[in-house]
């Protein structure tokens, strides 16, 4: 590993809960920069994902222009799914997640962070990348403009609910299989009501209700979920 | 009360009530599941629309029902694990997350060899077909990541918060048919209005959703014995008790 140590910023009595908050996120987006590989990989992983459909269904531009959405959806979900794993681990094998646990700051909203982090690093590159594959993929202009407002809701959803999986499978053997089973069935309604709005979109049919719909799933996994990973975390540092 | 509430809380009490209770639990609901299951085959009149072939409806709605209110039930002993971190809870849990995985396959198993002759097919992707696949998903995690834990007590609260994060599917399950334009017909028992249905069909139907339940009462504390008996082998009643079945 190149560069100097991160160094684990001092979360300590003093610290406000937002200094607190900010100092694990700022931290979690620094580690991620001194592993590059490890932010490159998912996004390569979406691209992959979604060449296998032209290439192994049909080329066709009919299909691609029907089906495109759906796909990117599904790819964006898989490749969310495949960085969930890095976002407690380390933390745990190092034992920086020992300490944030004992933090006087409560540890949902250091979870928050972390997930929020753990976000931008992935799923945000990818509603980035998603135009230059919508184009790809034949869709029409609105309805990537579209797609990407989905994803762009949608992907801070699939981090946080998979938080909670993240932190359940902590520790465990063939943690990576048991999380995706885990954590599928509760992305689905996510899938559902974002390649739901982008069929309804291209069809000409308002989309308000649905986007009105994913943002509340939005704000009710930021409101629930960062305390079940909360309490996922501290069972899964106990057990271990 | 408290007492009581402490009673609950021990095993060994536990056992002793269901050695009493089961026989009870197993001939009440054998006597209304068949009584129901009989007459709704072999008497209830037809159906003026779909023929015979509606009667699965004495297997498919009792199924479909236990299978929600098996996941509610093991919500709210979730809950008291987490809270109270009674034992007898998280036995609970632990004992009754297959038979729920049984009864929503079976559920959709059946909903299938209706849907064949009703509508054309076997599976469509509709909302509440979709919603109870969900459902075997979730039994399937819970039953998965137990398994995947060796300590008993983070296994137990571990599969607690799980449970309770796939409640939000039960409301799906139980709206889909109201909120979504679907194939699927909606619920047949209602809390505030008279069913549909003449009395000759929804009183076997209801006849065999309670022996189900009674079945389940059964089946779960035979379930939580033998979990019981596993988790306590090494305590002197548990010893006792075995070696009084030996001749």
Redesign the interface.
């Known amino acids: 590993m190149t560069g100097n140590p991160v160094r684990v910023h001092p979360v300590a009595e003093g610290v406000s809960v937002a200094g607190a908050m900010k100092a694990v996120f700022l931290r979690d987006v620094k580690v991620a920069f001194r592993q590059r590989q490890d932010l490159l990989n998912p996004l390569l992983f979406f691209v992959m994902v979604v060449t296998l459909f032209p290439l192994g269904v049909s080329p066709e531009v009919s299909f691609l222009r029907e089906a495109g959405a759906g796909i990117l959806w599904v790819a964006a979900l898989l490749s969310v799914l495949l960085s969930l794993d890095h976002l407690f681990r380390h933390d745990f094998d190092d034992g920086t997640l020992e300490q944030l646990v004992l933090q006087p700051q409560p540890l949902f909203l250091l979870v928050l962070a972390k997930t929020l982090a753990h976000w931008m690093l992935t799923g945000l590159p990818l509603v980035i990348l998603t135009p230059v594959l919508g184009v790809m993929m034949h869709q029409p202009g609105n309805s990537i403009g579209i797609l990407c407002l989905t994803l762009l809701i949608g992907t801070p959803v699939l981090s946080l609910i998979g938080s909670?999986g993240a932190a359940?499978?902590l520790g465990?053997?063939?943690a990576g299989v048991?999380l995706s089973?885990?954590i599928?069935?509760?992305y689905?309604?996510v899938l559902?009501f974002g390649t739901g709005t982008v069929a309804a979109a291209s069809e000409g049919a308002p989309v308000g209700a649905y986007l009105a719909l994913m943002g509340a799933f939005l704000f009710l996994a930021l409101t629930l979920a960062p305390f079940?990973s909360a309490?996922?975390l501290k069972?899964?540092m106990?057990?271990s | 009360m408290w007492q009581f509430f402490h009673k609950l809380g021990s095993p060994k009490w536990f056992y002793g009530i269901a050695t009493r209770l089961m026989p009870w639990l197993l001939v009440v609901g054998a006597a209304l599941l068949l009584a129901g299951v009989v007459w709704g085959l072999a008497f209830a009149p037809k159906d003026y629309l779909q023929g015979n072939s509606y009667r699965i409806i004495f297997i498919h709605v009792p199924t479909a029902f236990l299978a929600q209110s098996v996941y509610i039930m093991m919500a709210v002993a979730a809950v008291v694990t987490l809270v109270w971190r009674m034992k007898l809870a998280d036995v609970f849990v632990k004992a009754v997350a297959p038979v729920g995985l049984v009864l929503t396959f079976l559920a959709l198993f059946t909903g299938a060899v209706w849907g064949k002759p009703t509508w054309g097919t076997w599976w469509i992707w509709d909302a509440r077909l979709t919603s109870m696949l969900i459902l075997l998903f979730l039994y399937g995690g819970v039953i998965a990541l137990d398994r995947a834990i060796n300590d008993e007590k983070s296994a137990a609260r571990a599969v607690s918060v799980l449970v309770l994060v796939g409640v939000v599917n039960i409301p799906i399950i139980k709206y889909s048919v109201e909120w979504w334009n679907t194939l699927h017909q909606p619920a047949t028992f209602k809390l505030t209005e008279k069913p549909s249905m003449p009395a000759e069909m929804w009183v076997p139907l209801l006849l065999s959703v309670l022996g189900l339940y009674f079945i389940f009462g059964w089946l779960a504390c035979l379930r939580m014995q033998t979990e019981i008996i596993f988790r306590e082998q090494r305590t002197r009643w548990v010893k006792d008790l075995v070696m009084a079945g030996r001749p």
Do not use: F, K, M
Request: glycine fraction near 0%; aromatic fraction near 0%.
């Open positions: 909670i359940l499978t465990l053997r063939s048991l089973l885990l599928i069935p509760l689905i309604p559902i079940a309490s996922a069972i899964s106990s057990n």
